[in-house]
């Protein structure tokens, strides 16, 4: 793994290669925070494009990130923040990816080094700081204790605080037994939670969740839905409903079988940690692909199942696929095909997402499934307990 990131930071013309370009500058993402901190402290509004900032960006985020201001940090320690992130992301990766193979081992690898994972580094984007906050959450959930039933929730309530999303993750208590510690811990999680959401409701309006520009490495139901002309909230109720539909269908299909829990809790509550990030960033707007480093907390439980269950080994190949489609999109346009004019590229493009959305699609529709067979298993659990 470290051999892998050194060789993109010695050779960054293989990052380009791979479509994925630093703007002259690594680490821009954490910049952009610590821009926005530095705006605030000048007395600016950083909710307006940052003249502080190297793209001109507005910060997006919650009024929590702020907070890097107050530890004494500004726009000229951008290098050891960013670092920071990424060590501690690798790190993280570490402590939770423990392959027993030579063949997991090497798909691991190929995930780590993937293309939206090169980009969440690179960019030192803050979903880095997310993942370790639930990288954290399974690993305490190795027992159910009440202490760490508390840090859990804890980690994912200073998650949602930082980048709202990983709320859906309160979803892994689900896991809790017996039956009334669950219903405690459901409260407690949805009460915590939802006041975090609460404190940081004024900040919501800022999320940019279709604003990102048509190209390669995006992820949301909603891409494939604006090429076909659909926009804002229309699209976002079509995605939902479209998705409802094929979830519907695949269940009336093949039906809902008993979810197989993993044999380690922490592989468990990771599963169901990222599956649940992962489909609702997917259903509720249009992010980089970077979204998709959450992947590496679903793939332990894939290459367990993979040999007990056929929806646990197409999910291994449509991982795989999401990770690395529109890199080997950009491999070949720059070796095979090479220069295009520039005004073909769009159209390009745009057949490619429409040639790989549906392997995107399918993907979620089977996390969807998956998370549902572990509500329904609680709820089965309940009714036994019970009875």
Not at 242 to 263: C, K, P, Q
Request: hydrophobic letters at 60%.
């Amino acid at each position: 793994m470290l051999l892998g990131l050194l060789a993109f930071v010695l050779w960054p013309k293989a990052l380009n290669k791979l479509g994925v370009f630093d703007y002259g500058m690594w680490f821009l993402d954490s910049y952009a925070i610590l821009a926005a901190s530095d705006t605030r402290l000048a007395g600016a509004d950083p909710v307006q494009p940052m003249a502080y900032d190297i793209q001109h960006r507005a910060h997006i985020y919650s009024d929590w990130w702020y907070g890097v201001g107050r530890l004494g940090l500004t726009r000229d320690d951008n290098f050891l923040l960013g670092g920071l992130w990424v060590l501690a992301f690798v790190l993280a990766s570490w402590l939770f990816l423990r392959p027993k193979s030579a063949g997991e081992t090497a798909w691991y690898l190929g995930l780590f080094i993937s293309p939206p994972v090169l980009l969440a580094v690179n960019r030192a984007n803050n979903d880095l700081v997310i993942f370790v906050l639930l990288v954290l959450a399974a690993l305490v959930l190795a027992r159910q204790t009440l202490l760490r039933l508390a840090a859990a929730l804890a980690a994912l309530a200073v998650a949602t605080g930082l980048k709202y999303y990983p709320i859906v993750g309160g979803a892994v208590f689900l896991l809790v037994r017996p039956r009334s510690r669950l219903l405690a811990t459901l409260v407690a999680a949805a009460v915590v939670l939802g006041a975090t959401m609460a404190s940081v409701a004024s900040a919501l309006g800022r999320a940019n969740l279709n604003g990102i520009s048509a190209s390669i490495y995006t992820f949301g139901a909603p891409v494939v839905l604006r090429d076909l002309g659909w926009e804002g909230p229309r699209a976002l109720v079509a995605g939902l409903l479209l998705m409802a539909g094929l979830v519907a269908a695949s269940i009336f299909w093949r039906g809902l079988r008993t979810h197989t829990e993993s044999r380690s809790p922490v592989t468990q509550a990771a599963f169901v940690l990222g599956a649940a990030v992962l489909a609702g960033c997917f259903l509720t707007g249009i992010s980089f692909a970077y979204r998709c480093a959450f992947l590496l907390l679903v793939a332990p439980w894939l290459w367990e199942q993979r040999s007990m269950r056929a929806d646990a080994k197409l999910g291994l190949w449509l991982v795989t696929a999401v990770m690395w489609l529109d890199g080997l999109s950009c491999l070949v346009m720059n070796f095979a095909v090479g220069p295009v004019d520039k005004a073909v590229v769009p159209t390009i493009q745009l057949a490619w997402r429409f040639a790989t959305q549906p392997v995107a699609w399918l993907l979620m529709v089977l996390l969807i499934r998956w998370l549902l067979e572990v509500a329904v298993a609680a709820w089965r659990r309940e009714a036994k307990a019970g009875a």
